[in-house]
């Protein structure tokens, strides 16, 4: 079983800027997508960002241009620089990853507990 452990999230002024980061671990397993989406009360869990094994990313429109997201294989982390903060980023955050267990051929989708982010106006 792989788990999820985020981390980063909390309390900022509009403008400044927060790192959350996310770290698998469990055994045996390879990872291809991991990301991070979102979700504000009363509204439904949205992308925010996605890199893949090789580095290629997506983002939101909402949030191009002010947060990077990026991985360490390595360490199987993913990590979302989020700067720019504004108060409409206020949600909770969730770390994903689409894991596949060594000698099995099916991907399963894991999330992360959620880390808060709140951004004052």
């Known amino acids: 079983q792989v788990q999820l452990v985020e981390s980063g999230g909390g309390l900022v002024q509009a403008g400044g800027s927060l790192r959350l980061s996310c770290a698998a671990s469990g055994n045996a397993f390879s990872i291809s997508a991991m990301g991070w989406y979102r979700q504000a009360p009363g509204k439904q869990r949205e992308l925010v960002a996605t890199?893949?094994?090789?580095?290629?990313?997506n983002y939101a429109d909402s949030v191009k241009g002010r947060f990077t997201i990026s991985r360490d294989n390595a360490k199987n982390t993913v990590y979302l620089q989020m700067n720019s903060l504004k108060s409409e980023d206020t949600c909770l955050y969730y770390c994903?990853?689409?894991?596949?267990?060594?000698?099995?051929?099916?991907?399963?989708?894991?999330w992360g507990q959620g880390t808060q982010v709140t951004v004052s106006s």
């Open positions: 890199i893949n094994s090789v580095g290629t990313t």
């Open positions: 994903y990853a689409s894991v596949r267990y060594s000698g099995r051929y099916s991907w399963y989708d894991y």
